[in-house]
């Protein structure tokens, strides 16, 4: 039911990439639109302006990545998805945006000390990390989950 450490290891990964990719689009257009104006200008502290501004915009771009996608319909972010796990809360109901961004930023304190909140997923009983557990989420396989939803009740007088 609950999804180990591995899985969700391989979500991230994935996640990652996706992110790298927009991250290195966004550098370079803004990095080249700097470089374009500061050999222009001859000014070639202009380039650096342009890669601070694409630091600045990416910086919320990975916490909305991660809280717009596991407090969506979807419950995961793509990574999540290619492997079949999902995110939800403490009665299996998918998350509110408020607590996907408290898990979001609580990661940083999973990954402080040797990265030991992350690994905690792997020897916990309900697959819990440190941010997990202080949000009160859990990450779950999607056919797990869809095996326990009971049946719709039936309707006997359209029968």
């Known amino acids: 039911m609950y999804a180990g450490f591995w899985k969700r290891f391989g979500a991230y990964i994935i996640d990652c990439i996706i992110l ?19 050999a222009a200008s001859g ?56 607590r996907a961004t408290g898990r979001f930023f609580s990661k940083i304190l999973s990954g402080m000390i040797f990265y030991i909140g992350f690994i905690m997923a792997g020897f916990t009983s309900k697959k819990q990390a440190l941010h997990d557990m202080i949000c009160e989420t859990y990450t779950l396989n999607k056919n797990a989950v869809q095996q326990q939803v009971p049946p719709p009740p039936q309707d006997f007088a359209s029968a």
Not at 65 to 84: D, I, M, N, V, W
Not at 91 to 98: D, H, K
């Open 20 to 38: 790298t990719v927009v991250y290195y689009l966004v550098l370079f257009v803004f990095g080249l639109v700097g470089l374009g104006i500061g």
């Open 43 to 98: 000014n070639d502290w202009i380039m650096g302006v342009g890669i601070l501004i694409a630091v600045i915009v990416l910086t919320p771009l990975y916490w909305l990545y991660f809280a717009l996608f596991e407090s969506s319909k979807f419950q995961a972010t793509p990574g999540k998805l290619a492997l079949g796990i999902i995110v939800v809360g403490p009665n299996q109901q998918r998350i509110s945006f408020l």
